[in-house]
């Protein structure tokens, strides 16, 4: 909401953003130090600033693999399991916190 806010976001200056993803984002900021280590500080921020958060329970499917997907998802907590559309069922790989799916 905060970037989409009549270009708030783009007025501030790299500090000032800072400061905002501090303030307000400074557990995410923590958990995702090893995914955006090295990075520049206006990039981390307009990363976290671009987030959309969402929950999936135990059991719903997160994405098809017969679509595309255009997101790139961190496991802040639990698991992702990647299935087989076969008659085992059985998980091929499972992302565990901390895990990004989709970065490529």
């Excluded at 009549?6 to 995702?32: A, M, N, T």
């Excluded at 992702?80 to 085992?88: L, R």
Aim: with cysteine; proline share 1%; hydrophobic share 40%.
């Amino acid at each position: 909401m905060i970037i989409e806010e009549y270009g708030f976001w783009d007025l501030c200056r790299v500090k000032d953003q800072s400061l905002i993803i501090r303030e307000l984002f400074s557990e995410q900021r923590l958990k995702l130090d090893q995914l955006l280590d090295g990075c520049e500080e206006n990039f981390i921020n307009n990363f976290i600033i671009s987030f959309s958060y969402r929950t999936y329970l135990a059991g719903e499917v997160m994405q098809h693999g017969d679509r595309e997907s255009f997101e790139i998802c961190i496991v802040w907590d639990g698991q992702v399991a990647v299935e087989e559309m076969t008659e085992f069922g059985e998980p091929v790989l499972v992302y565990t916190r901390g895990a990004v799916v989709n970065l490529y």
